[in-house]
């Protein structure tokens, strides 16, 4: 099982399984797709992504992803960016409950939602630049500012979850996460712009919170290519 799926109400949950580090594989990209997909036809309200054991989700295997041709490195990023993408385009709201290590493609997971709340033993990093590849460039200078962004991927260095909040990375950290992000879900599905005939209006939310920070789709295909470009 790489992913489990639950609803309650209008919450849905999807929780990562694939120990020890929930890396992101072919099998739970598509488990994320397809449960996405069946919440937006429920017309959910809210989506809570976690993860179980002792990550988040810390990416995928880089030391792999480093021996990849430029082919088959695209053929990777626009795999990931299908499910970072169905995240921040769902109609309405997700929250990411994160715990333990939020790595490379598993920060970007978590960036990709609307909202993230930490455990204690949160930890966040972009890990690529130490294998000579860049991840979270557009979501996370975004969220944090340009500053913020090149710290931690020029240097690949992680944050805890106290930094996290201070740096804006998230909006809580709490000491049952689980119980935040249920919290948090519970009220953003009760408003009116999500409710019954609105979950469309999470798009245009968005878009007002996100202000001039430009085109994200076309800074994310600027992104692949540098990938797939050769050194």
Not at 4 to 22: E, Q, R
């Amino acid at each position: 099982m790489s992913v489990h799926v639950s609803v309650d109400g209008a919450v849905g949950t999807l929780t990562l399984d694939a120990p020890p580090l929930n890396l992101l594989s072919d099998a739970l990209r598509a488990a994320l797709l397809d449960a996405l997909a069946d919440f937006r036809a429920r017309r959910l309200r809210a989506v809570i992504l976690t993860g179980r054991g002792r990550a988040f989700c810390a990416g995928a295997d880089l030391r792999d992803e480093a021996k990849l041709t430029a082919e088959q490195v695209q053929a990777f990023l626009d795999a990931d960016e299908a499910v970072f993408g169905a995240l921040a385009e769902f109609p309405g709201a997700t929250i990411a409950a994160v715990h333990g290590y939020a790595y490379g493609g598993g920060f970007e997971l978590a960036l990709a939602c609307d909202i993230r709340v930490a455990g204690r033993a949160a930890r966040f990093a972009g890990v690529g630049v130490k294998l000579g590849l860049t991840v979270s460039t557009a979501r996370l200078a975004r969220l944090a500012g340009e500053g913020v962004a090149l710290d931690l991927l020029l240097t690949g260095r992680a944050v805890d979850a106290d930094e996290a909040l201070a740096l804006g990375l998230v909006s809580a950290v709490a000491d049952d996460v689980q119980a935040e992000a249920r919290r948090v879900a519970d009220v953003v599905a009760s408003r009116a712009a999500l409710g019954p005939g609105q979950q469309g209006r999470a798009a245009p939310l968005r878009a007002a919170a996100a202000g001039g920070g430009g085109d994200l789709r076309a800074r994310r295909v600027g992104e692949a290519a540098a990938h797939a470009r050769p050194p």
